[in-house]
């Protein structure tokens, strides 16, 4: 089965064409808000973000990592999946809002608008619970639903922090935009679902108890992951500062300016891989190697785009005031080819049901992160924190495969990427189904 058949392709362009108006609309909003807060109050509201960031692996019990695999396997049980997927997840919410205010009050004592920046911004996850649906609209390849409800979502959240800019309020009503952008998407996933599925939601405690057996090994992982992703923004603050924070966000932000495209790519392969698993087909190694390829060489090019016009685009986004930011970018844009083909890799381990050893990866790659910063932090300050973030990308998504005996006939798929006849095969194919 041909990774990029047409149904496929008609997700993935689905995906994209929404996320490119979104991505614009980000730009545009994430620009003025910024320039608006300035690089201490912008490293608040990103700090904030970087805490929630933490407990959202726990609040999605790594239920999210299987989901779209238990709907392929078991189409029939569906409504009882993701009914008791999302009743999970939302009891988890709750519990992780009032763990978020302990932790700041705790790790924040005497900064009354952190503490209070952090609880608001916290309230998302009820609504990011029910973002779990999505994964329906995944499975069945009809993410242009989801696609279409986020950029409604985020044309109105858009809208109301213009207000906000426009009447100048404080950093508080910031804090709470993402959570009105999951509402609204959780209302219409919920709305369209109901109109397309064929199964009402129920919790039953015995698929709980399944779910939760392969799930569990998620949680950890993805901490982990979370971990290196985050930890230098919490790191800087504590080491050197706010302002520090702003700086390496805006840095980050730019450099995941395409990451949708990658997302939308990976999402749309995902259920085709996971049926050429089930079906045992022999084109599951050409299936995953074409992906490798994709991400590689799009990832790659987007990075030396990106590094070599920096300057450009810090100064059109965010101004001179973040121009502490360019040395920042041109490091960490390299580190999202290594950052996606770890996506990649874990689709192959979940196939492969080999998700027992994401915990050992992770993990690796979370002391390592927490390990780096501590070193290149003091002495590069925010160059540090992204040649940090380099690197464990590179040990975690690479190095590991070829150390790690599980793994390493993945890394001989990744390499296979490497070869360009997989792009132009895959070219190829679009181009002979668009002239039929």
């Known amino acids: ?51 929630v960031a933490f407990f959202i692996p726990i609040m999605q019990l790594g239920l999210n990592s299987i989901l779209v695999q238990e709907i392929v396997n078991q189409p029939e049980k569906e409504g009882e999946i993701l009914g008791t997927a999302l009743a999970l997840s939302q009891l988890s919410a709750f519990l992780c809002i009032i763990g978020i205010f302990l932790f700041s009050a705790y790790a924040n004592a005497g900064e009354t608008q952190t503490i209070i920046v952090c ?17 329906w609209f995944q499975a069945k390849l009809l993410s242009k639903y989801v696609s279409l409800s986020m950029l409604g979502a985020y044309m ?20 709470v935009s993402n959570a009105i952008d999951y509402a609204i998407i959780a209302l219409v996933l919920i709305i369209i679902y109901k109109r397309l599925g064929s199964q009402k939601f129920s919790f039953s405690l015995d698929r709980a108890k399944k779910l939760f057996s392969k799930s569990k090994f ?22 050197n500062g706010n302002e520090a924070v702003g700086y390496y966000s805006a840095a980050v932000a730019c450099a995941g300016m395409t990451g949708f495209v990658f997302s939308a790519i990976i999402d749309s392969a995902r259920p085709v891989i996971f049926e050429s698993k089930k079906n045992g087909s022999i084109s599951f190694d050409k299936n995953v190697s ?14 030396v785009i990106i590094a070599l016009f920096s300057p450009i685009i810090i100064g059109i986004l965010y101004g001179s005031q973040y121009s502490e930011s360019i040395s920042a970018l041109r490091i960490i844009v390299w580190y999202t080819t290594f950052s996606y083909l770890g996506s990649v890799r874990n689709i192959w381990i979940l196939a492969e049901g080999k998700h027992k050893i994401l915990w050992v990866l992770n993990l690796s790659g979370a002391l390592t992160n927490i390990i780096l910063n501590l070193i290149f932090i003091p002495v590069w300050g925010i160059n540090g924190a992204a040649f940090a973030s380099l690197l464990t990308q590179i040990f975690t998504n690479v190095i590991l495969g070829f150390i790690m005996k599980p793994i390493r006939y993945n890394n001989k798929l990744m390499l296979s990427g490497l070869n360009p006849g997989h792009l132009i095969e895959i070219f190829k194919g679009q181009l002979k189904d668009a002239t039929k």
């Open 1 to 51: 089965m041909m990774i990029m058949k047409n149904r496929v392709a008609k997700n993935s362009i689905w995906i994209i064409s929404c996320k490119v108006v979104q991505s614009l609309l980000s730009l545009i909003v994430a620009m003025l808000v910024a320039r608006f807060l300035g690089p201490s109050n912008y490293g608040v509201l990103n700090y904030a973000a970087s805490i």
């Open 119 to 135: 609880f608001l911004y916290s309230i998302l996850l009820v609504f990011h619970s029910i973002d779990m649906i999505q994964y």
């Open 156 to 175: 109105l959240v858009s809208i109301y922090k213009i207000i906000l800019l426009a009447t100048g309020k404080s950093v508080y009503w910031f804090a």
């Open 218 to 239: 998620y949680i950890v992982s993805n901490m982990m992951i979370t971990i290196f992703a985050q930890t230098d923004r919490i790191m800087l603050k504590f080491m």
């Open 290 to 303: 074409r992906l490798y390829s994709i991400i590689i060489y799009f990832a790659l090019m987007q990075s």
